[in-house]
């Protein structure tokens, strides 16, 4: 039988943490949502009343703007319902700028 080797103490070798990015909850757009739309109860509330007046607003201008519109025609004389009247704005362009 062979003797027994001396084993010699050998430091353990740690397994290296690999390096992760930060969690997804902490950077990123929705981070900076929650962090500054989100963070209180009075800064939601602000933040959902400020969209709603943007919704409305958007709403408005495209109804005005582009489903009641009128778009045919060569003046004002054209135009008869609640939305834009283009070709008077078209005949016009020169005074509004």
Do not use: H
Not at 6 to 18: D, F, L, S, V, Y
Not at 41 to 58: F, M, P, R
């Amino acid at each position: 039988m062979a003797p027994p080797q001396a084993q010699t103490a050998q430091p353990r070798k740690r397994p290296e943490n690999p390096v992760l990015p930060p969690p997804s909850s902490t950077v990123g757009p929705l981070a900076w949502v929650r962090d500054n739309l989100f963070s209180s109860w009075t800064n939601t509330i602000l933040t959902l009343a400020g969209l709603w007046i943007i919704y409305e607003i958007v709403v408005g201008m495209v109804q005005w703007g582009i489903l009641d519109a009128a778009f045919t025609g060569q003046d004002g004389s054209a135009c008869s319902g609640p939305g834009a009247c283009w070709p008077f704005i078209t005949n016009k362009l020169g005074l509004f700028m």
